[in-house]
C-alpha cells in the first residue's frame, strides 16, 4: 500500500458554509479516507479523523506519480439527520498542473448571484467553476444514510488543456496534477438539483 498512498497528496473537499467563501476539508489519504480498516468496515476506527459530512462541491485528488487509470470508485454517505434517497450526479475534470486549476474564491457559491447590472442590461457572471462539456466522465448513485459506492470510468479525451491525455478510455494523470470530482447536486450550477451533505471514504483506484 505505500506505493499507493505515495501517488496521491492529501484530498481536499470544497465546501459552500452557506456564507460568503468556499471553504475547504484536507484528509490524509491513509488515516481517514483509505485503510485496511476502512475497508473491511466501511467506518472509522475508533480515534481516526473521519470525513465531516458537508455539502462538498468538489472532492479533489492530486495526484503525485504519474498513472495510467482505468477505474476509480468512492463510497459516499449522505448524513443521516439529512436527505436519504436522492440521485447524486458527479462530474470529473482533469486539471495538468496547479496553475490551471480554478480559484477556489472564483468558484459559484449558492448565495452568489447569476447576474449583475451593466448599465441597463443584467449580464451572465462567469465563474471559474469547468463547464460541463469539459467533464472527462461522469456518474450518478442514489444516495442513503450507509456507504454505497460510484464508479468511474470510460475516462473521454479532451484537448481543452491543449495536449491530448487521455487513451484507450483510461485517464493518465500526470505527476502534480488534479482531479476535481464535482457534486452536481451541491453546485450552484444546478439549482434545480437537491442539494446533498454527505461524508465519503474508500477512495479506490485502479491502476495498469
Known amino acids: 500500500m505505500d506505493d499507493y498512498y505515495a501517488s496521491f497528496g492529501d484530498i481536499i473537499g470544497f465546501y459552500d458554509d452557506g456564507a460568503t467563501e468556499m471553504h475547504l476539508n484536507e484528509y490524509n489519504l491513509e488515516d481517514s479516507i483509505t485503510n485496511e480498516y476502512t475497508m473491511e468496515f466501511l467506518d472509522w476506527e475508533d480515534g481516526a479523523e473521519t470525513v465531516e459530512f458537508k455539502q462538498y462541491v468538489y472532492i479533489v485528488i492530486p495526484f503525485k506519480r504519474d498513472l495510467k487509470i482505468e477505474e476509480l470508485a468512492l ?34 457559491l449558492y448565495s452568489d448571484p447569476d447576474t449583475k ?70 453546485s450552484a450550477l444546478n439549482r434545480n438539483m437537491t442539494p446533498v451533505s454527505i461524508s465519503f471514504i474508500n477512495l479506490l483506484v485502479r491502476a495498469i
Request: proline fraction near 3%; hydrophobic fraction near 30%; include cysteine.
Open 117 to 186: 447590472k451593466e448599465g441597463d442590461k443584467d449580464v451572465v457572471i462567469e465563474y471559474a467553476d469547468p463547464k460541463k462539456d469539459n467533464r472527462i466522465t461522469y456518474s450518478t448513485m442514489t444516495v442513503n444514510h450507509v456507504f454505497d459506492s460510484i464508479v468511474f470510468s470510460n475516462f473521454h479525451q479532451t484537448l481543452d488543456i491543449g495536449e491530448s491525455y487521455v487513451s484507450d478510455n483510461c485517464l493518465l494523470a500526470k505527476n502534480g496534477s488534479y482531479l476535481y470530482m464535482r457534486v452536481e447536486n451541491n
Open 75 to 108: 463510497y459516499v454517505q449522505s448524513d443521516p439527520n439529512g436527505a436519504s434517497n436522492v440521485e447524486l450526479e458527479f462530474s470529473l475534470f482533469y486539471f495538468k498542473d496547479e496553475s490551471s486549476c480554478p480559484s477556489r474564491d472564483d468558484l459559484k
